[in-house]
């Protein structure tokens, strides 16, 4: 069954550093999607991908963050700065249409 | 934007029980999916479920669109249902189909 690949699963940077958290949606999928969520908390929307730019983002997703799909497998986030606060597990997510989402099994960052 | 509520936030059950999830939203929606999240962190999908109703297994659902509310039902709980349970939705409009979650319902299932 086709499914949502993330790596790494478990990231340590130090704060300021930069990350790339990657993700290979499922083949035949068109939007694509940046989750995150903080320990003990619920899921939040970061970023919507569709048609090769950004059709929507939240408040979250602001200048230290970044998208790309840099070739036809894979979506990538980029956090140029890392503040501890950025410590969450971050998900990816693709969706065929109209239709449900499925997500990755997420990649723990943590910043210390 | 639309509100997301899930209840209970808590529950506890003995192995075999049933239990009913809650999940109220503000407005109309075209998406709606339920997961479980495991004590790994996987998020699960359970049901894609905008309106109607849904069985797999022991697990099911119900969503009355009209009056903006979805029901998980399971039954016969094993330990392994464990975990957090969120639902999602997705409203009309200018959104790509971004899900806005509810807080969870943590679930205890004791042997």
């Known amino acids: 069954e086709p499914e949502v690949t993330q790596t790494p699963s478990h990231q340590v940077t130090q704060m300021g550093q930069e990350v790339i958290l990657r993700c290979v949606p499922i083949s035949n999928h068109l939007y694509f999607y940046w989750y995150r969520q903080i320990l003990g908390q619920k899921v939040e929307f970061l970023v919507s991908f569709y048609n090769n730019e950004i059709s929507e983002k939240s408040e979250i997703f602001d200048d230290q963050f970044s998208v790309e799909r840099p070739d036809g497998s894979n979506f990538t986030l980029k956090i140029r700065s890392t503040k501890l606060e950025d410590s969450a597990m971050y998900f990816c997510?693709?969706?065929?249409?109209?239709?449900?989402?499925?997500f990755g099994q997420g990649t723990r960052l943590t910043v210390v | 934007g639309i509100q997301v509520e899930q209840s209970p936030p808590d529950l506890i059950l003995q192995e075999g029980a049933n239990s009913t999830l809650r999940c109220n939203f503000s407005?109309?929606?075209?998406?709606l999916q339920w997961f479980h999240q495991n004590p790994w962190g996987q998020l699960i999908n359970l049901f894609y479920?905008?309106?109607g109703t849904k069985q797999n297994g022991r697990l099911s659902a119900t969503t009355v669109a009209t009056e903006r509310y979805s029901l998980l039902y399971i039954s016969s709980s094993q330990t392994t249902d464990s975990g957090v349970y969120f639902c999602?939705?997705?409203?009309?409009?200018?959104?790509?189909?971004?899900?806005?979650f509810g807080k969870g319902t943590k679930l205890s299932v004791k042997p």
């Open positions: 997510a693709s969706r065929a249409g109209q239709t449900e989402a499925f």
């Open positions: 999602a939705v997705a409203g009309y409009g200018g959104s790509q189909g971004n899900l806005i």
């Open positions: 407005d109309s929606v075209n998406n």
């Open positions: 479920i905008p309106s």
